[in-house]
Protein backbone atom coordinates (compact mmCIF):
# COMPACT_ATOMS: atom_id res chain seq x y z
CA UNK A 1 0.00 0.00 0.00
CA UNK A 2 1.23 2.85 -0.91
CA UNK A 3 1.18 6.27 1.31
CA UNK A 4 -0.94 9.17 -0.11
CA UNK A 5 -1.74 12.65 0.68
CA UNK A 6 -4.70 14.09 -1.39
CA UNK A 7 -5.12 17.58 -1.04
CA UNK A 8 -8.32 18.56 -3.80
CA UNK A 9 -9.74 21.56 -3.80
CA UNK A 10 -13.76 22.24 -5.19
CA UNK A 11 -13.18 23.58 -8.54
CA UNK A 12 -10.23 21.89 -9.66
CA UNK A 13 -9.20 22.50 -13.17
CA UNK A 14 -6.32 19.77 -13.42
CA UNK A 15 -4.32 17.20 -10.85
CA UNK A 16 -0.58 17.37 -10.55
CA UNK A 17 0.89 14.50 -8.86
CA UNK A 18 4.21 15.37 -7.15
CA UNK A 19 6.70 13.01 -5.79
CA UNK A 20 9.19 14.06 -2.75
CA UNK A 21 12.98 14.20 -3.34
CA UNK A 22 15.69 11.57 -2.16
CA UNK A 23 16.12 12.29 1.27
CA UNK A 24 12.54 14.04 2.09
CA UNK A 25 8.99 12.46 2.37
CA UNK A 26 5.92 13.67 1.08
CA UNK A 27 5.10 16.01 4.36
CA UNK A 28 8.39 17.99 3.36
CA UNK A 29 7.53 22.09 4.13
CA UNK A 30 8.74 22.74 0.60
CA UNK A 31 6.10 20.28 -1.25
CA UNK A 32 3.54 21.63 1.50
CA UNK A 33 3.62 25.23 0.70
CA UNK A 34 3.98 24.33 -3.14
CA UNK A 35 0.87 22.43 -2.23
CA UNK A 36 -1.02 25.06 -0.94
CA UNK A 37 -0.48 28.08 -3.31
CA UNK A 38 -1.61 25.20 -6.35
CA UNK A 39 -4.62 24.67 -4.27
CA UNK A 40 -5.09 28.76 -4.23
CA UNK A 41 -4.86 27.99 -7.96
CA UNK A 42 -7.65 25.39 -8.20
CA UNK A 43 -5.01 22.63 -9.33
CA UNK A 44 -5.21 19.24 -6.83
CA UNK A 45 -2.11 17.99 -5.78
CA UNK A 46 -1.95 14.28 -5.12
CA UNK A 47 1.33 13.59 -2.95
CA UNK A 48 2.91 10.00 -2.12
CA UNK A 49 5.88 8.25 -0.45
CA UNK A 50 8.08 6.62 -2.60
CA UNK A 51 8.34 2.38 -0.58
CA UNK A 52 11.93 3.15 1.10
CA UNK A 53 10.32 6.46 2.28
CA UNK A 54 7.47 4.21 4.09
CA UNK A 55 9.80 1.80 5.07
CA UNK A 56 12.15 4.30 6.92
CA UNK A 57 8.97 5.69 8.83
CA UNK A 58 7.52 1.78 9.60
CA UNK A 59 11.47 1.28 12.18
CA UNK A 60 12.72 4.78 11.98
CA UNK A 61 15.86 3.65 10.07
CA UNK A 62 17.51 5.75 7.11
CA UNK A 63 17.08 3.30 3.96
CA UNK A 64 18.64 5.13 0.53
CA UNK A 65 16.65 5.53 -2.14
CA UNK A 66 15.18 2.70 -4.28
CA UNK A 67 16.41 1.92 -7.56
CA UNK A 68 14.95 3.38 -10.14
CA UNK A 69 12.75 0.47 -11.69
CA UNK A 70 10.99 0.23 -8.53
CA UNK A 71 10.61 4.05 -8.36
CA UNK A 72 9.03 3.85 -11.63
CA UNK A 73 6.55 0.80 -10.83
CA UNK A 74 5.78 3.15 -8.06
CA UNK A 75 4.74 6.28 -9.76
CA UNK A 76 3.14 4.33 -11.88
CA UNK A 77 1.01 2.33 -9.73
CA UNK A 78 -0.10 5.49 -8.06
CA UNK A 79 -0.56 7.09 -11.65
CA UNK A 80 -3.03 4.17 -13.32
CA UNK A 81 -5.04 4.06 -9.91
CA UNK A 82 -5.45 7.49 -10.25
CA UNK A 83 -9.37 7.66 -11.35
CA UNK A 84 -9.86 11.14 -12.45
CA UNK A 85 -11.09 13.25 -14.90
CA UNK A 86 -9.08 16.10 -15.11
CA UNK A 87 -5.82 17.02 -17.35
CA UNK A 88 -3.23 15.01 -15.28
CA UNK A 89 0.35 16.18 -14.81
CA UNK A 90 2.92 15.12 -13.21
CA UNK A 91 6.21 15.64 -11.66
CA UNK A 92 8.09 16.25 -8.36
CA UNK A 93 10.89 17.95 -6.54
CA UNK A 94 14.49 16.99 -7.30
CA UNK A 95 14.76 12.73 -7.78
CA UNK A 96 11.07 12.85 -7.62
CA UNK A 97 10.76 15.14 -10.93
CA UNK A 98 13.17 12.87 -12.42
CA UNK A 99 11.48 9.81 -12.21
CA UNK A 100 8.60 11.73 -13.43
CA UNK A 101 9.99 13.07 -16.67
CA UNK A 102 11.84 9.40 -16.78
CA UNK A 103 8.39 8.00 -16.77
CA UNK A 104 6.80 10.89 -19.57
CA UNK A 105 9.77 8.78 -22.02
CA UNK A 106 6.80 6.29 -22.89
CA UNK A 107 4.42 7.59 -25.62
CA UNK A 108 1.61 5.13 -23.34
CA UNK A 109 2.05 7.36 -20.32
CA UNK A 110 -1.21 9.61 -20.51
CA UNK A 111 -0.57 12.81 -19.03
CA UNK A 112 -0.43 16.34 -20.24
CA UNK A 113 3.16 17.43 -19.25
CA UNK A 114 5.72 16.63 -16.73
CA UNK A 115 6.94 19.60 -13.80
CA UNK A 116 10.76 19.54 -12.02
CA UNK A 117 11.21 21.56 -9.38
CA UNK A 118 15.29 21.46 -8.92
CA UNK A 119 16.02 18.33 -11.59
CA UNK A 120 19.26 16.53 -10.43
CA UNK A 121 21.19 17.06 -13.96
CA UNK A 122 23.84 15.02 -12.01
CA UNK A 123 25.44 13.95 -8.84
CA UNK A 124 26.29 16.65 -6.06
CA UNK A 125 30.11 17.18 -7.30
CA UNK A 126 30.20 14.81 -9.79
CA UNK A 127 29.35 17.08 -13.06
CA UNK A 128 30.67 14.09 -15.06
CA UNK A 129 27.67 11.79 -14.33
CA UNK A 130 25.08 13.43 -16.19
CA UNK A 131 21.36 12.18 -16.10
CA UNK A 132 20.32 13.84 -19.28
CA UNK A 133 18.31 10.86 -20.60
CA UNK A 134 15.20 11.41 -19.57
CA UNK A 135 15.18 15.10 -20.91
CA UNK A 136 16.49 13.62 -24.44
CA UNK A 137 14.17 11.03 -25.12
CA UNK A 138 11.25 13.06 -23.50
CA UNK A 139 7.92 12.63 -25.50
CA UNK A 140 5.91 15.20 -23.16
CA UNK A 141 6.67 18.64 -22.22
CA UNK A 142 8.63 19.42 -19.59
CA UNK A 143 8.71 22.43 -17.49
CA UNK A 144 11.85 22.64 -15.40
CA UNK A 145 12.28 25.11 -12.41
CA UNK A 146 15.88 25.48 -11.56
CA UNK A 147 18.19 27.78 -9.29
CA UNK A 148 20.68 28.89 -11.23
CA UNK A 149 23.36 28.36 -8.66
CA UNK A 150 22.44 24.83 -8.07
CA UNK A 151 25.09 22.40 -7.11
CA UNK A 152 23.01 19.62 -9.16
CA UNK A 153 22.98 21.50 -12.64
CA UNK A 154 23.27 25.35 -12.07
CA UNK A 155 22.61 27.71 -15.00
CA UNK A 156 26.10 28.12 -16.14
CA UNK A 157 26.14 23.90 -16.73
CA UNK A 158 23.00 23.66 -18.28
CA UNK A 159 23.23 26.13 -21.00
CA UNK A 160 25.87 23.44 -22.61
CA UNK A 161 23.73 20.02 -22.64
CA UNK A 162 21.88 18.89 -24.88
CA UNK A 163 18.12 18.11 -24.18
CA UNK A 164 14.98 18.12 -25.95
CA UNK A 165 13.51 21.39 -27.07
CA UNK A 166 10.34 20.02 -25.24
CA UNK A 167 11.69 20.87 -22.14
CA UNK A 168 11.00 24.44 -21.07
CA UNK A 169 13.78 26.20 -18.42
CA UNK A 170 13.51 28.33 -15.81
CA UNK A 171 15.91 30.21 -13.76
CA UNK A 172 15.67 31.47 -10.24
CA UNK A 173 17.87 34.29 -9.67
CA UNK A 174 20.73 32.82 -6.84
CA UNK A 175 18.45 30.30 -6.23
CA UNK A 176 20.13 26.51 -4.75
CA UNK A 177 18.83 23.36 -4.90
CA UNK A 178 15.53 24.66 -3.04
CA UNK A 179 15.37 27.48 -5.42
CA UNK A 180 16.40 29.52 -2.04
CA UNK A 181 18.67 32.44 -2.14
CA UNK A 182 21.06 33.98 -0.24
CA UNK A 183 19.98 37.21 2.00
CA UNK A 184 22.67 38.90 -0.10
CA UNK A 185 20.78 38.70 -3.25
CA UNK A 186 17.58 40.90 -2.61
CA UNK A 187 15.61 37.88 -3.10
CA UNK A 188 13.26 35.82 -0.78
CA UNK A 189 13.12 32.11 -0.60
CA UNK A 190 9.08 32.71 -0.91
CA UNK A 191 9.38 35.19 -3.36
CA UNK A 192 11.23 32.54 -5.48
CA UNK A 193 7.97 29.62 -4.22
CA UNK A 194 5.38 32.07 -5.32
CA UNK A 195 6.99 33.02 -8.67
CA UNK A 196 7.47 28.95 -9.38
CA UNK A 197 3.94 28.28 -8.52
CA UNK A 198 2.69 31.24 -11.40
CA UNK A 199 5.12 29.40 -13.85
CA UNK A 200 3.47 26.00 -13.23
CA UNK A 201 -0.08 27.55 -13.59
CA UNK A 202 1.08 28.85 -16.81
CA UNK A 203 2.32 25.66 -17.87
CA UNK A 204 -0.63 23.81 -16.80
CA UNK A 205 -3.31 26.40 -18.45
CA UNK A 206 -1.17 26.33 -21.91
CA UNK A 207 -1.47 22.35 -21.61
CA UNK A 208 -5.23 22.06 -20.57
Given at each position: ???????Y???????????????????????????????????????????????????????????????????????????????????????????????A???????????????????A?K?????????????????????????????G???????????????F??G?H????R??????????????????????????
Amino acid sequence: MISQLKCYVESPKALLIFAHGAGANMHHPFLEKITHLLNEQNINVLRFNFPYMDKRELDGKKYPPNRMPILLECYQEVLVATDNVLPVFIGGKSMGGRVAATLAKSEKTEVKGVICLGYPFHPAKKPEKLRLEPLQDTKKSILILQGDRDLLGCKGEIENYEISNLCQLQYFEDGDHDLKPRVKSGFTHQQHIEQAVHAIVRFIDEKC
